[in-house]
Nanobody, 122 residues
Framework: EEQLVESGGGLVQPGGSLRLSCAAS????????MSWVRQCPGKGLEWVST???????QYANSVKGRFTISRPNAANTLYLQLNSLKTEDTAMYYC????????????????RGQGTQVTVSS
């Protein structure tokens, strides 16, 4: 069974940093494009970042220059480094296969994992 388990969230002050992890099991993460999406309070799921099989990385404009997605070859884990956090980054963060993101964003599918909560507040 394929599973994704997110971790690393927490409460942080504006300007702070966190590193989110997404541990994959049941499949080889490096053979898929992988993404992070988030759900801010009272809103739908929002795409944050994707790392493609080629290694190409893309980011939403709202996080570009502050967040970094990575997928080290040696670990079946996806990471998202969050720097210079803002209050508007407060959300539940989920990882997903890149091919699942379109269905997630229109509500036709649910995230596989439980997510990890990031709260940015002073």
């Amino acid at each position: 069974e394929e599973q994704l388990v997110e971790s690393g969230g927490g409460l942080v002050q504006p300007g702070g940093s966190l590193r989110l992890s997404c541990a994959a099991s049941g499949f080889n993460l490096s053979r898929h494009g992988m993404s992070w999406v988030r759900q801010c309070p009272g809103k739908g799921l929002e795409w944050v970042s994707t790392v493609y099989i080629s290694g190409l990385k893309q980011y939403a404009n709202s996080v570009k220059g502050r967040f970094t997605i990575s997928r080290p070859n040696a670990a079946n884990t996806l990471y998202l480094q969050l720097n210079s956090l803002k209050t508007e980054d407060t959300a539940m963060y989920y990882c997903a296969k890149e091919t699942d993101v379109p269905a997630l964003l229109v509500g036709r599918a649910a995230p596989r994992g439980q997510g990890t909560q990031v709260t940015v507040s002073s």
